[in-house]
Nanobody, 121 residues
Framework: VQLQASGGGLVQPGGSLRLSCATSGFSLDDYNIGWFRQAPGKKREGVSCISRADGTAFDADSVKGRFAISRDNTKKTVYLQMNSLQPEDTAVYYC???????????????WGQGTQVTVSS
């Protein structure tokens, strides 16, 4: 199982970014995917997750209405569309996969390297 997050960068407050999580080595249809983030000096926290069964998504309260997770199983990629970004969204963002579904870090057994998102004017 391999995952590679990309799409991070520097953006001004109010701006948008779309992160991608490219997967390989397994069938994306069989896995649930979560996005997590870790800001400097803080614990890693869940952002959004999407189920393999029916594409049901769960978002953390801090990103509801601003972020949207989606998956394209044919492209073996999961996306995180981030709108109305704020400085507090600055973090390293990670994608993770597991056959179990959940919103917590401990649920996921396979992790990719992160991509840095910096929101600053």
């Amino acid at each position: 199982v391999q995952l590679q997050a990309s799409g991070g960068g520097l953006v001004q407050p109010g701006g948008s970014l779309r992160l991608s999580c490219a997967t390989s080595g397994f069938s994306l249809d069989d896995y649930n995917i979560g996005w997590f983030r870790q800001a400097p000096g803080k614990k890693r926290e869940g952002v959004s997750c999407i189920s393999r069964a029916d594409g049901t998504a769960f978002d953390a309260d801090s990103v509801k209405g601003r972020f949207a997770i989606s998956r394209d199983n044919t492209k073996k990629t999961v996306y995180l569309q981030m709108n109305s970004l704020q400085p507090e969204d600055t973090a390293v963002y990670y994608c993770a996969a597991d056959e179990k579904f959940g919103t917590t870090e401990s649920t996921y057994g396979d992790w990719g390297q992160g991509t840095q998102v910096t929101v600053s004017s």
